[in-house]
């Protein structure tokens, strides 16, 4: 594949005091691929996660996305430069609506400051329609426009994981990260989710980066997988691969066969 | 009724109001001893909305709020004394001549407000790293550090205190007779609600809120939270100082003593009395509040057992205050008729591109 590299992680190691959470973690994420995330619970999958969208700093290596390197960035302009997350666990502003929530999100590119929003004047009535006008837009889009002025503490389970995706959406992310998307919900939402992942991957055009417990959700959706264990990477490949690497049937997955 | 009509129709009837109360005041159909309840009634808005915006909106615990209403009134009633009062301890003379008053004591208040929003910096970096009860903590300090600052500093009277701002006001009157007091109160107070509201509506505003319900996804979200925690502390403490600015030219008198935990301790009482993130419901609880307190004044020492067993009973069964987190037109769905709508709220007939079924 001749395609330009999106995220690259080099040599990645994080400590938490004398803690090895990670060891040498290489990452390349190729423009426009769906790459997988896979491991055992505490294997420091979040983690990468965490580093990447700048909640830590890495004790050691690079994260450079399209030629940046985001070592030490706040979180926040890490977002603004356009990486997108979500949740293992939903973290929707629950009590404030749907609409609120995708508006807020698009505080990058806000484009007027306190004094505008105090006088109420051209500048802010015109960035605040378009922000709002993009949110609807986004919300129709999602067909998440009928529930836009209600709670997400309201929502079913399911609809709130779809906010809280729409809402890593509206930073108009290129690279979108997925921590356990399909956590809480029932086998039979599962290929609704993945049917869902990708008309996003189709229709936005954005590169998605997951981790994934479910492997029905994995193996269908990724170009390619990568599995970590006790910090280290064990083994990467297709989802092919993956299946019969020994390694990683040992490591991850005990004696049973993949169904 | 036209939606255009509609943005003027609350505004207008406000303004109406006050008018007819300064009126009142001016031809002395309600005396002083109503005035002051007036003017305390304001003060007091603008003390527990303006609190509102960190303990509410962002939901923090600050302790401290009555340590920026001492800066904003020392140091508008010291730039009062310079400016207007002849014999003061500071300068000795008056620097302007008295018919300067009337233009001068807006700007007065306000560059008290300006002062308190400087100092208000030393609790709003340390709630970068800290939070809740830490912070709590460190906003307590921050009250104590400031009242003890001023009580040793004697040539603003230390714990004497400091008095003759009210030849500012007696300047005024002078130049034109109108209760000045009265006027900027209400003034000050309606401009104080309507900024908030502007601000904390906001989409920038609600950044604020979105740090009280998750700071973490707020900022994987591109919400620069230490710029707006930045924003509600000066915010928060500047509203503040306005406060202290005008208590002080009410009562001519200060002294630290008057800034102390008690009237931080106040001014929490009136954010959870009304409902944490509320702004009608901090309006609505300073009124009854200072109403309170003065009808229970013939009780006098009683009152404080009288007002905390309330307080007692009100949190008991009514945890989330008389509001809750909500606004009067969420409570009151009819009273949305006398606004304007939001146009952005509504939904628009869009022409969407692809809709996911």
Known sequence: MSKETLLEIKHLTHRFGGLQALTDINVNLKKGEIAGLIGPNGAGKTTVFNLVSGFYVPSEGDIIFKGTRMNGLKPHVIASLQVGRT????????????????????????????????????????????????????????????????????????????????????????????????????????????????WIHDTFGVTIWMIEHQMQVIMSLCDSIQVVDFGKEIARGTPEDIQKNPAVIKAYLGNEEIS | MTDKK?????????????????????????????????????????????????????????????????????????LSLILFCPGNSITGHALLPPSMAIVAFPFIILIGGAASMVVSLLVAIPSFKTRDDYLAIITIATNFIITTAINNIPIVG???????????MSFMAKTVSLPWMLIWGFVFA????????????????????????DEISAEIMSVNTNSMKLLAFTFSSGLAGVAGGLFAHMLGFINPSSFGIMKSTESLVMVYLGGMGSLSGSVISAFIFTILLELLRPAQILKWVIIPLMLILI????????????????????????FAPNRNLIRPIAKPTEVRK
């Open chain 2, 190 to 213: 309606a401009l104080t609600v309507v900024v908030i509201h502007r601000v904390m509506h906001s989409t920038l505003g609600m950044g604020i809120s979105a740090i009280r319900y």
């Open chain 1, 87 to 198: 949740f293992q666990n939903i973290r929707l502003w629950s009590d404030m609506t749907v609409l609120e929530n995708i508006c807020i999100s698009q505080h990058y590119h806000l484009g007027y400051g306190v004094g505008s929003a105090l006088f109420k004047n051209k500048k802010y009535r015109e960035n605040e329609k378009k922000i709002h006008d993009e949110a609807w837009q986004l919300l129709e889009r999602f067909n998440l426009a009928d529930s836009a002025l209600d709670y997400p503490k309201n929502l079913p389970y399911g609809i709130q994981r779809r906010v809280e995706i729409a809402r890593a959406l509206s930073l108009q992310p290129e690279l979108l990260l997925l921590d356990e998307p399909a956590a809480g919900l029932s086998t039979s939402d599962l290929s609704d989710l993945i049917t869902y992942i990708k």
């Open chain 2, 6 to 78: 509609k943005k003027f129709l609350v505004p207008s009837i406000t303004v109406l109001v006050m008018l007819i109360i300064i009126l009142l005041a001016k031809v002395g159909v309600i005396n002083n001893y109503y005035q002051t309840i007036l003017m305390t009634i304001c003060i007091n808005v603008i003390m527990s909305a303006s609190l509102n915006v960190v303990n509410g909106y962002m939901g923090e615990f600050s302790c401290g709020h009555g340590g920026f209403m001492a800066v904003g009134a020392y140091v508008s009633s010291i």
């Open chain 2, 158 to 168: 230390g714990s004497r205190g400091l008095m003759g701002m009210k030849t500012t």
């Open chain 2, 315 to 338: 949190m008991q069964f009514r945890p989330e205050g008389f509001m809750g987190p909500r606004e009067l037109t969420q409570v009151f769905p009819r009273l949305k008729n006398l």
